[in-house]
């Protein structure tokens, strides 16, 4: 079985404060996902990376920075939280299904900024 | 742009039988699939569909109508753990195989 997991399921944070999220698979996947997930907007990409030291801005990448210097890992960073990023984030990894590239997700960390 | 539609929220009775409908218009396409997600929890991964037309996977099916830019998950003998939000994501064609989700069905299941 496919498992991702993800340093902290609950977090709480100060504004200021900078924010590391951790997310390890253990797959040997190349690509690797974060998204984040809010009512009414479902999960949105902030960043993926399709192999080591490799990244790629997603759809909100603004206030969010990541690192991959381990196939396994890849870490998602806000450098200076805000209270607009208190969220749900999601971390996937993609691996064929069958013939079909899918993504598999870990249980999420609840941030909450104060 | 992208553009994934699916209805907020659903009830259907135990039992029953419930299809929750998703369209789309993405600038590629590599396949639909579909999610569970329990509230607070990860989405898992239930089916996909690449080409047109009814894949099956015990109670749940999934349908693809590639030109008219619709699928649907039917969810048959619905059981109360069935209670879930469903997600419906479009993987974009290209290296990278992005996903783009919509926000996903609310399906509360009643006795």
């Known amino acids: 079985d496919v498992k991702v997991t993800q340093s902290s399921r609950y977090l709480v944070k100060r504004t200021g404060e900078k924010v590391f999220l951790e997310c390890v698979q253990d797959?040997?996947?190349?690509?690797m996902f974060w998204y984040r997930q809010d009512p009414g907007l479902g999960l949105r990409l902030i960043y993926f990376s399709y192999d080591v030291k490799m990244k790629e801005k997603g759809d909100i990448p603004e206030g969010y920075s990541v690192s991959r210097e381990k196939k396994e890992r890849f870490s998602l960073i806000l450098e200076s939280a805000s209270t607009n990023q208190t969220s749900m984030y999601l971390c996937?990894?993609?691996?064929?299904?069958?013939?079909?590239?899918?993504?598999?997700f870990g249980p999420g960390t609840r941030l909450l900024v104060l | 742009g992208q553009n994934i539609d699916q209805p907020t929220e659903m009830t259907a009775t135990e039992g029953a039988i419930v299809q929750i409908n998703c369209t789309y218009q993405t600038s590629g396409f590599n396949g639909l699939f579909w999610y569970q997600q329990h509230a607070g929890e990860a989405p898992t991964f239930l089916s996909y569909?690449?080409?047109?037309g009814l894949e099956e996977k015990g109670r749940f099916s999934s349908f693809l109508s590639r030109s008219k830019g619709y699928s649907y998950l039917l969810l048959k003998e619905l059981q109360m753990k069935d209670s879930a939000s469903y997600l419906c994501?479009?993987?974009?064609?290209?290296?990278?195989?992005?996903?783009?989700f919509g926000s996903g069905t609310k399906l509360n299941v009643k006795p």
């Open positions: 569909n690449v080409l047109d």
């Open positions: 994501a479009v993987s974009s064609e290209g290296n990278f195989n992005k996903f783009y």
């Open positions: 797959m040997d996947h190349e690509n």
């Open positions: 996937a990894s993609s691996g064929l299904e069958g013939y079909q590239e899918t993504q598999y």
